[in-house]
């Protein structure tokens, strides 16, 4: 299987902020749509970076011990600049499940951009990734019951 199929049953929605956002209104997109990641784009649409819940976390947590010294800045002040993944992995949509499973974990990603060229078309989950391989795995056993149910007789 590849990430292409995963990306026909999963959809095309994809969600997007730029650099100079604040990052209050990343986290109300992410929250709004229920989704953990965001990709970040310049004016041009190009992929800049990605700010996932963990980025959110890190740096909302890096503030919050910064506060400690004097006041702690609001989330409203923060910039999706401050908090984004600059140059994440991407994967293509040509890439083996496996592999892409492999990148995810080496890199310890669970949001991955799907990229064809410099062009940015979809973002994959590990959510996604799971999701497919359990329907795969669901379709192959019920291809295996009935065969075995309708064994010829000897």
Do not use: C
């Not at 095309?12 to 709004?32: F, G, Q």
């Not at 140059?87 to 083996?96: F, K």
């Not at 940015?120 to 065969?147: C, G, M, P, Q, T």
């Amino acid at each position: 299987m590849e990430v292409k199929e995963v990306l026909k049953v999963k959809g095309s929605a994809l969600y997007s902020v730029r650099p100079d956002s604040l990052l209050s209104e990343a986290v109300i997109i992410m929250a709004e749509k229920d989704i953990g990641s965001v990709v970040v784009t310049d004016d041009d649409g190009k992929l800049v970076g990605m700010l996932t819940f963990r980025e959110v976390l890190l740096i909302l947590a890096k503030r919050q011990s910064e506060g400690r010294v004097g006041p702690t800045p609001p989330i409203a002040e923060i910039l999706v600049s401050e908090a984004m993944h600059t140059n994440p992995p991407t994967t293509e949509a040509s890439m083996d499940l496996d592999e892409l499973r492999r990148l995810m974990v080496n890199t310890h990603t669970r949001y991955l951009p799907v990229m064809d060229g410099d062009t940015l078309i979809s973002v994959i989950s590990l959510h996604d990734v799971a999701k497919a391989v359990l329907e795969e795995r669901n379709f192959e056993n019920k291809l295996l019951k009935a065969y075995i149910k309708d064994w010829p007789a000897k």
